[in-house]
């Protein structure tokens, strides 16, 4: 189940005014970073490396809603740090969802007890707990014991509170196709979310952990060996069927970076969130100034193991509805 019924009508929407229009690079999903704070060191992300001075800053929400009108994609996904730090951060996701913008908030869910009064239920809003695998595995991955527990807590928190809940799951070479299939299995018909997404680790220059990171013949391989015996069909993923082709190497694509774009306290990040190769000011200045042509697999050593989704799962989408073949095929999935 890729998303639901409203969210795909409006994605599908937004591509073919935008391709009506003549506009070969457009957004499909904006990462906002309102923070790069977070109450967590996870030894595969790199964002907390950042200076002292740069980690107390949080962006105005005025700021924040001017960099999503500036952008216009329909859906927003707002990350860090840990976004629940951000003491405005109930006033922000209010103003996303009166512009009917589909909203996902990022969290570690630790501080979901105490900040869950500060949203409403919407179908234009959704939780994303990040969950790295069951309880040793989750634990190791966030450098703290106990948070597993914490965060499975939260999910039946959410859930009871009638709010959308989806997960995001990184895995790394230490992962198996087992360790894969427990998880997924555990979320999918244990916690019983709405929606899965999956996410190989991308090398973060600044992530305290470089050993562990997935290559592509890895990805393939254990995303086609979890995926059998019928789980890729059963499981509520958050992703195109093309997309999970892709993972499994039954298809391939280049990097779309353009239609996932990242704004956080520094501006516009080129040329995706992965990476850190300046800023721009503007939503255009990051489209017109940056040499997408120099990034991606067999262009940029640092994009030579990258199957993030940030990069291609936007290509998959546009390869999607630009056949009729694969978009009957993504509603019959759906």
Known sequence: MPMPLRQS??????????KARGKDKFPLIMELEPLFACNLACAGCGKIQHPAD???????????????KECGAPMVS???????????????????????????????????????DKFKPSP??????????????????????GVFDDAVAAVKLIKERGFRVTT?????NTDTPQTVIDVLNYLNDDLQVDE?????????????????????QETRELFRKAFADGNRKRWRLNHSPLFL????????????????????????????????????QTYQELLDDTDWESYGRGRDPRCANCMAHCGYEPTAVFTTLGSLKQSLRALREN
């Open 245 to 280: 082709d892709f993972l499994e190497g039954k298809a391939d694509f280049g990097c779309t970076a353009w239609a996932i774009p990242s704004y956080s306290l520094f501006g516009w990040q080129r040329p995706c969130y992965l990476m850190s190769d300046g800023y721009a």
């Open 196 to 216: 899965m997404m999956l996410s190989p680790g991308y090398a973060y220059d600044k992530a305290p952990d470089q050993e562990h990171f997935l290559g592509v």
């Open 9 to 18: 009508v409006r994605v599908a929407s937004h591509i073919m005014t935008n």
């Open 124 to 145: 234009y809003f959704a939780f994303t707990v990040h969950i790295d695998g069951l309880q040793e595995r989750h634990d190791e991955s966030v450098c703290k014991e």
């Open 78 to 116: 707002i990350a860090g740090g840990e976004p629940l730090m951000h003491p405005q951060i109930g006033e922000m996701v209010d103003e996303l969802v009166k512009m009917k913008k589909f909203v996902f908030l990022c969290t570690n869910a630790l501080l979901v007890p105490k900040k869950l």
């Open 54 to 68: 740069v980690l107390k800053r949080r962006m105005p929400v005025e700021q924040a809603i001017a960099a999503v």
């Open 168 to 172: 995001n799951t990184t895995f790394f």
